[in-house]
Every structure is written in C-alpha cells, then in structure tokens.
C-alpha cells in the first residue's frame, strides 16, 4: 500500500503554476513543493495585479510574483489553482488551452458531471485518462470522508450526521488575520472588529458564514453533502451536517456519528480499520483523555480520528471524531497528492506532454 503522508521522489521535472500563490493555500503548495521534493523545475506564482511584484522564497531563492492573465499558462505542465471559483472559471479553459493539467481546488467545477472529484486514498479511479482538469474537493468534506470512508470495510453506510468546528484557516488568510486581530484586542479590553466575517471570531462561535438556501442549509453544509456523495459514488446517502466557525487557528475537527444498514460493528474493529488505513492516524486514548484536536492535526499530512464508541441512542450507530489540517490535506496536500499519482501513472511527464501536443 502506498505511503501519502511521507515524501515521494519523482524523476520528471515540470513548468508549475500556482494560481492564488501569495493566499493561504498557496503559501502551503510552495512549502510541500520542497518538503515532498516535487520536481518543480521553473515555477510560476500567479496572483491579483494587487501582488505583482511581491517575492516569495523557494528553494532559498526569491521568486516573483506575477499578476496573472490567460498567457501566463504558456508551456506550464500542471497548474494548481487555488484563488476562488470565478478565477478557476475565468482561466481554466486558457490553462487547459496551453496543454497544462489543471487541478483546482475552488468549488468551481467540482460538481460537474464528467469533472473527476478527488481524494487519492479513495477515489482516484474517479480520473480518466483524458482528463485534464480534476477538483480538489471541499476541505470539511476531504476530512469527514478521510474518516468515514474506510469504515465501508465493515458495512454498508446507511447514514452520516456531523457536526463541524471549522478554523479560520478555511476563510483565507485575511480571516486569519482578523482572528489574531480580534484576539490582541480583546485582550487589550477592546471591542472585536469584523472584517470580512459577521459577526465577533475571537472567543465566540457561529454558524458558517456562507449563505443559506431555501432548505435552511448553509453552502458549507450544501457542498459538503453534495460533494461526499459524488466521491463515495452514493447518490442517494443520507447525511446531514451542521456547519458551524470556532475561533480556531487552522485545521477543522469533525464529531461524526455512523449508521450502518446493520449493527454497527465493534469500537475494536472500527480501531482495528483505522490502524491499517491510508492518511489517518488512531488518537483515541480515553484514560489520557486524548482525542483528536486541532493544535496536533496542524501541520500534519494525516487526519487524526478517534473517540470513538458506540452511539447509545442506536445499536447500528457508532460515534468518532475527526481533525485535519484544512490547509494540507484539507486543500494543498491532496492537490500535490493527485499530481504525484498521475505522475506515477505517467500522466505528467513532460515528454510524454510535449510529443502528445
Ligand atoms: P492576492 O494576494 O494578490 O489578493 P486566500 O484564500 O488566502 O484569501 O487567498 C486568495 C488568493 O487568491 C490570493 O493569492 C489572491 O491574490 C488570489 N486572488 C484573489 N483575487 C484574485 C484575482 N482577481 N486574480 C488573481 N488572483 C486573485
């Protein structure tokens, strides 16, 4: 079985483009880039005309920043897009046009019929071999289905009910900002500040801040049913999730409950899956009390799952609950993760790109 959560050596060398480079998500594509010794051979950091110009550091040199613009696609191999779904809609087909594979990790194209929805430990059979364009899924999803999906192994799903504590992180870097702001000054005996959120952040909580539909969902909530049906390949799940902002830096936790088509299986067997599944580390120590939390699932390429036990209101319920780092493998890292597998299947080898051209 293959290894996600370590670094990999590949022997290609590519043209990579990261769209949205200077946000959040970016800064985390150039940081795996070199950790996971991606074969980045000229790369290109594409942002708003307001950052051209900037330098960021990679590989212990200064790269500029580019405002971007259709012809900023010119010979690169593999473009990582991450800048919000109307740039994804507007520079897609030219990066596409350019010969480049493109993997986006806005909601822009993911629920389109045709367009593979990924997460590699699960689904990466969803990828044709015509495709060119393959979206990153929703972060809060990428975390629940990371846990829920080796489960299968030991029944049928019959249905999901989570509830989410979701980090500034999944706001961007600017609602980031404004949850250490708005900390310092409540500190200070100041009033918190809203800036690009509703309401207070800093030692209160919310519902998601994106807006509700005429079923009382929130977007979050939306895309996060909609999406884990299309990866599971379920159409019909039934699952139902409550989105909710905590004042938490980064990485989302998830509290899970599992309904099986029969009895639940036992809390040593769920154990048992979770010890042999890809990308998901066990921390489910009750005597420690120590269960998934989002200061350990930080900077971690793994989910952490755990607490898990028995629902005491449903004999074919279990319980668990889930942390991941929303900006790895919640966003960044399971983008990088879909290039290394095609790369090892061969789809991303420049050669090979240039004598398909
Ligand atoms: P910029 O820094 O120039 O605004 P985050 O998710 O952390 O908020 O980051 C969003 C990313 O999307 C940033 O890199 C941002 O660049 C980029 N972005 C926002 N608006 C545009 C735009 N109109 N064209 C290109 N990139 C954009």
Not at 172 to 195: F, H, I, K, N, S
Not at 293 to 319: F, K
Request: hydrophobic letters at 45%; glycine letters at 8%; proline letters at 7%.
């Amino acid at each position: 079985m293959l290894d996600f959560g370590y670094p990999t050596r590949m022997t290609q060398s590519m043209t990579v483009a990261v769209l949205g480079a200077t946000g959040a998500v970016g800064q985390e594509f150039l940081r795996l880039f070199e950790r996971r010794q991606f074969p980045v051979d000229e790369l290109r950091l594409l942002a708003s005309p307001r950052s051209a110009g900037h330098k960021m550091r990679f590989r212990d040199r200064d790269a500029i920043v580019e405002a971007v613009s259709p012809e900023s696609f010119a010979g690169v191999d593999l473009a990582f897009f991450s800048a919000g779904a109307s740039r994804s809609r507007e520079y897609a087909p030219a990066a596409i046009a350019a010969g480049a594979i493109v993997i986006d990790n806005s909601s822009a194209f993911r629920m389109e019929p045709g367009v593979p929805l990924v997460i590699p430990e699960i689904n990466l059979d969803a990828i044709g071999p015509a495709d060119r364009l393959i979206a990153n899924p929703n972060c809060t999803a990428i975390i629940l289905l990371m846990a829920i999906a080796p489960l299968r192994t030991l029944g049928t799903i019959e249905r999901v009910i989570v509830s989410t504590y979701q980090s500034a992180s999944g706001g961007g870097a600017a609602v980031m900002q404004e949850l250490e702001d708005q900390t310092r000054a409540v500190l200070d005996g100041r009033e918190p500040e809203p800036r690009h959120l509703p309401h207070p952040y800093a030692f209160n909580l919310f519902s998601h801040n994106t807006p509700i539909n005429a079923d009382g969902l929130n977007e979050e909530e939306a895309k996060v049913i909609e999406e884990s049906r299309k990866i599971l390949g379920e159409t019909n799940l039934r699952i139902n999730v409550t989105c909710v902002r905590v004042p938490v830096l980064r990485a989302h936790t998830e509290s899970i409950t599992v309904e099986f088509s029969g009895v639940a299986p036992s809390e040593d067997e769920v154990r048992d899956v979770f010890g042999r599944a890809p990308g998901v580390i066990l921390v489910d120590d009750r005597a420690a009390n120590h269960f998934p939390m989002p200061r350990e699932a930080s900077g971690r390429a793994e989910v952490l799952v755990g607490r898990i036990r028995r629902d005491p209101s449903h004999p074919n319920a279990i319980c668990l609950m889930a942390s991941g780092d929303q900006l790895l493998k919640g966003a960044a890292l399971n983008a990088v993760q879909i290039a290394e597998r095609l790369m090892q299947a061969g789809r991303l080898d420049p050669v090979g790109l240039a004598g398909a051209g």
